[in-house]
């Protein structure tokens, strides 16, 4: 047996040290600070961030009509919910894999921590890139909804001729804009308020969803709806018809999106009441409450408005950038309660749209603030407000960048919004891809310990990587084609000649190694493992196997607890167990 001098964990924000550093976990799912408020997000809390990160009525609104068709060419059409079904497999196996890998280390740079953990620096350095780009990217998209929805909204409330500007690109610019400063302000003056705010946009968004599905099922089956209308079938949830490389792969990427999110609530695991078991808790439960709300939605979406190209159908074109308005006055009619209706359901929208820009603020500026405290990037991104305890520099760099990127598309072409919900499918796939396989890597040592470990551990994250590289491959190849996506008026969406899908979402990602080269030159200190070194699961807490098999949570249960490589996390008179080499150690008190 070895013992080791103790080593009192950094509580310094914004610090980064060697061993296990900032954000390494302690007994119980204790975290080293970086200085954010810690305690503020309880279950409930995490869940509802995670769910409005999602943004589902927005994400809905701007991604079904995509996976059901595309530029007038049916996609999955009817199968549609069998999309949004098996999007949800590789999420739930990625969030096994943030679940697990948050036990080992609750840290608020999440792919970015773990990645370079397992892989090493560069791998980890790449992966934050990712989360940061799909972030800035959908930032764009999210303000020109939440900019277009605010003149409908106050259209809808009867102000004659402001809906007409809900189509006028400077005013709904201006006003994008204005919605990214706000949620920007409001990310900047602390996690507890952001919450608050998120409970009520979250509660409302989800009962107005589920008011309109059933009201669309209720016209379906009562034989109000359309001519056209279709009554659902068992087998829109089977993929059976489909190609998987020119529908389900492009498809995929676009039903990914519409879960993207819900890893938010493991950002925020150093501010959660419990970091090591709470964030990963709450990415699991999100996961599972959004296939329920999308599959019903998705099922009564289609078989109201039907696939086909007449009138309201989803495979019209003109209906796939907004599924919702494009149907709602139809389903609602023009009755006083069906005016409220659609009032209620465009404010979903803009509500919807206008929470997820702020939720999309929170794990950036978390992301960047852990890069910073590990030197991976200038450490003015790792600085505190000393009274709100927000990254400063993070949040709002955030939404500067955010509106310099929405005004350069906007300014280049407004048609170019259009392409950004793939090129983001993209950028999740790869980071969300990249965690699967860390977490198979990090744990790789110890997942023969027991069956459950091998399970959710190894086969669950690596299953969850090897699809979305899949999907990432297939899709990739499709949105690089010149008619993927077309305009309004019929033109191609291109960029040099290629679909600026493909073009957008890969541009993003050679922009950040072009960066991290940069940067590797100005300070290598991270690059060459100083500052946040490579490691596995190489310590264990000495515990009696006290887990009995249950069905629950993937979490349930007592589990070994990873140790730092210092020991600064082994409780006072414990044993730490080398899965090398069976070597006991403690730590001088």
């Known amino acids: 047996m070895t013992t080791v001098p103790a080593n009192s964990a950094s509580t ?49 609104a701007a991604s079904l009509g995509l996976i059901i068709a595309t530029g007038g060419t049916l996609l999955a059409g009817v199968k549609a919910p069998a999309i949004v079904l098996l999007a949800f497999i590789p999420m739930y196996f990625i969030a ?15 792919t970015f921590t773990w990645a370079a953990r397992a892989f ?16 800035v990217i959908v930032m764009a998209n999210l303000a020109q909804i939440a900019g277009s929805y605010s003149f409908t909204f106050l259209g809808e409330l009867g102000i004659p001729g402001i809906a007409d500007l809900s189509t006028n690109t400077v005013a709904t610019t201006l006003v994008g804009v204005a919605w990214i400063a706000i949620m920007t302000f409001i990310c900047y003056r602390g996690i507890e308020v952001s919450a608050r705010l998120q409970y009520f946009l979250l509660g409302f968004e989800v009962i107005i969803l589920i008011v309109f599905a059933v009201f669309a099922l209720v016209r379906v089956y009562s034989g109000t709806a359309e001519s056209y209308s279709l009554i659902p079938q068992l087998d829109w949830f089977l993929p059976t018809g489909l190609d998987f490389g020119t529908i389900i ?42 296939l329920a709300t999308y599959g019903i939605v998705s099922v009564a979406t289609v078989a109201f408005a039907g696939v086909g190209t007449d009138g309201i159908g989803l495979g019209n074109p003109d209906n796939s950038a907004d599924v919702f308005s494009a149907i709602g006055s139809q389903l609602f009619g023009d009755s006083p309660i069906g005016v409220i209706l659609m009032l209620l359901l465009s404010a979903t929208i803009l509500t919807s749209a206008a929470a997820s820009t702020q939720t999309t603020i929170l794990p950036t500026a978390r992301t960047a603030l852990s890069m910073a405290a590990y030197k991976a990037i200038p450490e003015k991104f790792a600085r505190i407000h000393p009274k709100f305890l927000t990254p400063t520099w993070a949040t709002v760099a955030m939404g500067v960048i955010s509106v310099a990127f929405y005004l350069l598309f906007t300014f280049i072409s407004p048609s170019l919004l259009l392409a950004l919900i793939g090129s983001v499918g993209l ?29 959710m551990r190894g086969v669950v994250p690596l299953l969850g990587g090897l ?32 679909g600026a899908v493909a073009v957008v979402g890969i541009g993003a990602m050679i922009i950040g190694a072009v960066l991290m080269v940069i940067w590797w030159l100005r300070a290598p200190d991270y690059f060459r493992g100083k500052t946040l070194e490579k490691r596995s699961d190489d310590l264990v807490l000495a515990q009696p196997d006290l887990f009995v098999p249950t069905l629950g949570l993937p979490d349930s249960g007592d589990r070994p607890v990873i140790i730092a490589p210092d020991l600064s996390n082994l409780p006072p008179g414990a044993k730490a167990v080398s899965t090398e080499t069976g070597e006991e150690f403690t730590r001088g008190e």
């Open 12 to 60: 310094s924000g914004g610090g980064a040290s060697g061993g296990s550093g900032p954000g390494a976990s302690g007994s119980g799912g204790t975290v080293d600070s970086k200085g954010l408020k810690t305690g503020s997000l309880g279950l409930v809390s995490s869940i509802v961030v995670g769910m409005s990160s999602t943004a589902p009525a927005y994400s809905l």
């Open 96 to 110: 096994v894999s943030y679940q697990e890998l948050n036990k080992a280390e609750p840290d608020c740079g999440t």
């Open 120 to 135: 090493g620096a560069k791998t980890g350095w790449l992966g934050g890139w990712g989360i940061i780009a799909a972030d």
């Open 249 to 290: 792969a492009p498809a995929l990427l676009t039903g990914i999106f519409i879960y993207w999110g819900w890893d938010t609530a493991v950002a925020c695991n150093e501010e959660s009441d419990d970091p090591g078991k709470t964030p990963g808790r709450a990415a699991v439960i999100s996961t599972l409450l959004l």
């Open 427 to 455: 950028m999740i796939a790869f980071y969300y891809g990249l965690t699967g396989y860390a977490c198979a890597w990090f744990y790789r040592k110890t997942l023969t310990t027991s069956f459950r470990n091998f399970i």
């Open 467 to 498: 699809i979305l590289t899949a999907v990432f491959i297939f899709g990739l190849y499709n949105y690089a084609q010149p008619d993927w996506l077309v305009d309004d008026d019929g033109n191609n969406v291109t960029i040099f000649g290629i």
